[in-house]
C-alpha cells in the first residue's frame, strides 16, 4: 500500500460492473465545504484514467459530460458517485455535501460506504461538523484515513496540519493519526512560494516526484533521508503499537530491523480495523498533467487498506412484520438484499435510484420486492409493493454505462423505480425483507410555502410529493390548526435548494410566507355568560336562552361540558344543541380568534319554547352564552412551550444559554455530556425558535445541534399578546 513505483495504468478508467465483492472498495469523502473534495474528486478520475488530460470522458464522452460532474459536484448540495478502475479494483467514489444543511445526503454516503477519506485543507483546518462526523464514523468502527489539500496555498503547513488532525481525530491516542509520506517542496518562486512537487515514502524511504506531471520514483539524498527520521520512527512505533504480533514491539526496541513487508501488512490491517488513520497529501493536476500530487498513493491506500464490502457486517434485517433474519453479509448468491441511498428525478428518464446492494444480485429486468418504514411524519409513504428493475448503469456526469448485474458490494442507478424513495429496501419478492434504517437528522428550520397561482395549486401536491420522495431529511407537514403547508427543513440552504427544485424541476411557483405556531386561549377565572336568541317572523320563530358558567381547568384538560339544569328549564332534547354551539365557538376563539381550550362550562338555566325552539337556536344560543362570558373575563393567550436540547462544546456554553435567555427561555439544567460538550436543557416559546435551526449554528460556529418536542401551552406575557391581538381582525 502506498510506497510502490506505480505507472499510470492502461486497464484503468470508467468502472463496470464487479464481478467479486472482494474487488470493490466503496470510499466516501467527507469535509467541509471548500475543503477541496470535488477537485480530488476529478484528481482521482483523472489519475485513474477515466478522463483525459482534456477533461474528457473516456469511451465517447464529451467535454460537457464532465463538465456536467463538476457542475453537480460543486452545487454541493447532494451526494454524487463516480466509480472508477484502478488496477482491477472498482472504486466507487461517494462525494458528499459540505453544507451542514445537506448532513442527510452525508448519512447516505457513510451508508453506502465501507471507509471514508477526510478531506482536510492545509488553510482553512478542521471544522466542528467534520469532527461530530468524525465521531459518527469512530462510533460504528468505521475505517478512516485522511488527506490534507492546498498545500499550494501560502499558509499550508503540513506539519502543523498533521498535528491539528492527531489532536481533533486521535482521542487519546494521536499516534494513531500519523502521516505516511511527507511532501518536498521544489524551488522558491519569485514570491517567496516553494510549490509541493513530490513525496516522500515514510516506509521505503522512496521518493516519488510529481513536477513532471507524471509520478516518477527516484533516490532520495542524504538530506531527505534526515528530514524524515523522526516522523518515520513515530510511523513505525504508529503501526508496531496496532500490530497483532505483541513481540514485534520488544524486537523493534531491542534494534531489530523490521521487514517493510511486515509493517505494510499491519499498517494496512490496521488501518481496515479502524484503528491507525494515516495522512496523506494531495494536489491537482497542472494543466495537461496525467496525475495530481498523491493521487495514486490515495488510489492505493483506498484498493490497499481499506476493507471490501466483505469485511462489513450487513446491517439488521427483518421481515417487513418484524421477524428477525439472519442475513450472510455480501453474499453474491444470497437473498436479495438492497437498500435505496439517493433518489434524484431526471427529466428524461424519470426517477433514478443509487442502490448499495448488500446480498444478492440485482440485475435489470427483475421484479423486486420494495419495503419502507413509512416516516408518515415527514409525508413519506409506507411501502410493501412490487415493482420491475429498469436498467442498471454506472453513472459518469450525464452518461449512464449499462451495466448487466450489481452484485454484492456494489453500487448502481436503477432507473425507473416509480414507488420506491430513499431509505427503502430492495429484496425478492418471494422473500421480502427489510432493513434497519440509517439515522436521520430532524428538520427543525420551517418554511411555510403557498401557490403562487392557480395553476400552481393544481401542481403543488406533486410536486411535494416528489420532493419529500427525494430527500427524507424533509419533512413535509399540513398544518390542521394553522392550515399552512410547511416544509421542514435543516437550514437555509437546504430550504433555498427545496423551492429552486420545486421552481425548475416540478414547474410549481411557490410563495413563502410567514411560519404560523398553534396559538390557544384559555379563560383566566371564572366567568358566565348568557344567550338569548329571540326572533320572530313569518311562520316558526326562534327562541333559545341559555345560561352557562365558564371556569379554567389544568393544562391538557380540553374543553370539559356539564348539565345542571334543574327542572326542565332546557328540554334534555336541547341540552347536546348548546353543548355543540358552546364546542363550536371556541374552536372559533372567543378573544384572537384561536381555539378555546382547558375549560369546563356549566349550563345552569336556560328557556324554551314549544314551537320555536329548535336545535339551531339553542346552538346559537350556547355559542352567543360562551362569547359574553368571555367579554366578561380575562382572557388568556396561550402560546406553545418546546423541550429544547442543545448539544454544545463547552466554549459555547455561556453563548447558547445567554441567547435562550433572551427567547424566553427557561433553563432547566445542564450535564457534561463527554468529550468537552455539555448538553443544556431548557423550555422556550416556539415562537421565539423558528429560526433556531440557522441562529444556533451561528452562536457555535456549526459546533452544536440541538432538538426539541412540545411541551404544553402556557399564557403568552401581556404585552407581547396585546401586539398578536391588535394584528388579529376583528379580535
Not at 482553512?124 to 499550494?152: F, Q
Not at 496525467?290 to 495514486?296: E, F, N, P, S, Y
Not at 401557490?451 to 398544518?479: C, F, I
Not at 326572533?535 to 374543553?559: D, M, R, T
Request: hydrophobic fraction near 40%.
Amino acid at each position: 500500500m502506498g510506497d510502490k513505483a506505480h505507472a499510470h495504468p492502461g486497464a484503468a478508467g470508467r468502472a463496470t460492473a464487479a464481478d467479486h465483492p472482494a474487488s470493490v472498495r466503496n470510499v466516501v469523502l467527507v469535509g467541509h465545504s471548500g475543503s477541496g473534495k470535488t477537485t480530488l474528486v476529478e484528481a482521482l478520475a483523472l489519475t485513474a484514467g477515466a478522463v483525459n488530460r482534456a477533461g474528457r470522458v473516456e469511451d465517447g464522452g464529451t467535454v460537457s459530460d464532465y463538465d456536467e460532474i463538476e457542475h453537480r459536484q460543486q452545487r454541493s448540495v447532494q451526494l454524487s458517485l463516480v466509480p472508477v478502475d484502478w488496477d482491477g479494483y472498482k472504486i466507487n467514489i461517494l462525494d458528499t455535501p459540505g453544507y451542514a444543511d445537506f448532513v442527510g445526503e452525508l448519512r447516505a454516503g457513510l451508508r453506502a460506504a465501507d471507509a471514508a477519506l477526510f478531506v482536510v485543507s492545509a488553510s482553512d483546518g478542521v471544522d466542528g461538523s467534520t469532527r461530530m462526523v468524525w465521531e459518527e464514523c469512530a462510533a460504528v468502527g468505521m475505517p478512516r484515513a485522511i488527506v490534507v489539500t492546498h498545500l499550494e496555498s501560502a499558509r499550508a503547513d503540513f506539519e502543523e496540519m498533521t498535528g491539528i488532525c492527531a489532536e481533533a481525530f486521535g482521542g487519546d491516542d494521536p499516534d494513531a493519526v500519523l502521516p505516511l509520506y511527507l511532501p518536498l517542496r521544489g524551488p522558491e518562486a519569485p514570491d517567496g512560494h516553494a510549490p509541493v512537487t513530490g513525496l516522500i515514502g515514510l516506509l521505503t524511504q522512496r521518493l516519488f516526484d510529481y513536477a513532471s506531471g507524471e509520478r516518477k520514483e527516484a533516490e532520495p539524498g542524504p538530506e531527505q533521508r534526515q528530514l524524515i527520521e523522526d516522523a518515520r520512527n513515530r510511523l513505525i512505533e504508529g503501526i508496531i503499537a496496532e500490530s497483532e504480533d505483541e513481540t514485534l514491539m520488544d524486537r523493534y526496541l531491542g534494534g531489530e530491523e523490521i521487514d517493510l513487508k511486515t509493517l505494510v501488512q499491519d499498517l494496512e490491517r490496521a488501518v481496515a480495523r479502524g484503528t491507525f488513520f494515516p495522512v496523506l497529501a494531495a494536489a491537482p493536476a497542472a494543466e495537461g498533467a496525467r496525475q495530481g500530487l498523491g493521487t495514486v498513493e490515495l488510489l492505493e491506500l483506498v484498493t490497499g487498506g481499506f476493507p471490501t464490502p466483505l469485511e462489513r457486517p450487513a446491517p439488521s434485517v427483518t421481515t417487513p412484520d418484524g421477524t428477525a433474519r439472519a442475513v450472510e453479509a455480501c453474499d453474491p448468491d444470497g437473498p436479495l438484499l438492497a437498500e435505496v441511498v439517493k433518489t434524484a428525478s431526471d427529466p428524461y428518464v424519470g426517477r433514478v435510484s443509487l442502490v448499495r446492494v448488500f446480498s444478492g444480485t440485482l440485475r435489470p429486468d427483475a421484479t423486486v420486492h420494495v419495503s419502507g418504514h413509512g416516516l408518515t411524519d415527514r409525508g413519506h409513504e409506507d411501502h410493501d409493493v412490487d415493482e420491475r428493475i429498469g436498467t442498471l448503469s454506472a453513472p459518469f456526469g450525464k452518461q449512464q454505462r449499462a451495466l448487466t448485474h450489481c452484485i454484492a458490494g456494489d453500487l448502481a442507478s436503477v432507473a425507473k423505480l416509480n414507488r420506491a424513495e430513499t431509505g427503502d429496501t430492495l429484496s425478492a419478492k418471494d422473500d421480502p425483507l427489510l432493513m434497519e434504517p440509517w439515522r436521520m437528522p430532524d428538520p427543525l428550520l420551517p418554511l411555510a410555502i403557498e401557490a403562487h397561482s392557480k395553476a400552481d395549486e393544481d401542481k403543488l401536491s406533486q410536486g411535494l410529493g416528489r420532493l419529500v420522495a427525494e430527500d427524507p431529511t424533509m419533512r413535509l407537514e399540513q398544518n390542521p390548526a394553522t392550515h399552512q403547508v410547511v416544509l421542514w427543513c435543516l437550514g437555509e440552504a437546504h430550504a433555498d435548494v427545496a423551492l429552486e427544485r420545486l421552481r425548475n424541476r416540478y414547474g410549481v411557483q411557490v410563495d413563502v410566507v410567514p411560519h404560523k405556531v398553534s396559538l390557544r386561549e384559555t379563560f383566566a377565572g371564572t366567568s358566565s355568560g348568557r344567550g338569548r336568541h329571540v326572533k320572530q317572523s313569518g311562520g316558526h320563530g326562534q327562541f333559545a336562552i341559555c345560561e352557562i358558567e365558564v371556569e379554567p381547568l389544568p393544562n391538557g384538560s380540553g374543553i370539559e361540558f356539564v348539565d345542571k339544569v334543574i327542572g326542565g328549564a332546557v328540554p334534555r332534547q336541547f341540552i347536546p344543541s348548546v353543548e355543540k354551539g358552546v364546542r363550536a365557538q371556541a374552536a372559533r376563539g372567543v378573544a384572537a380568534g384561536y381555539p378555546l381550550i382547558d375549560v369546563r362550562v356549566t349550563l345552569r338555566d336556560g328557556k324554551a319554547h314549544s314551537v320555536d325552539s329548535s336545535d339551531a337556536a339553542f346552538q346559537t344560543a350556547g355559542a352567543l352564552a360562551l362569547r359574553e362570558a368571555a367579554a366578561d373575563a380575562r382572557i388568556h393567550l396561550l402560546e406553545p412551550v418546546a423541550e429544547v436540547s442543545v448539544l454544545v462544546g463547552d466554549d459555547y456554553v455561556g453563548a447558547v444559554m445567554s441567547d435562550l435567555s433572551g427567547r424566553r427561555g427557561r433553563v432547566v439544567g445542564t450535564e457534561q455530556a463527554g468529550g468537552g460538550r455539555t448538553l443544556v436543557r431548557a423550555e422556550v416559546p416556539e415562537i421565539e425558535i423558528g429560526r433556531y435551526a440557522v441562529d444556533l449554528r451561528s452562536i457555535s460556529h456549526g459546533t452544536a445541534r440541538f432538538d426539541r418536542h412540545y411541551a404544553r401551552h402556557e399564557p403568552m406575557p401581556q404585552q407581547i399578546a396585546e401586539r398578536i391581538r391588535e394584528r388579529t381582525p376583528d379580535s
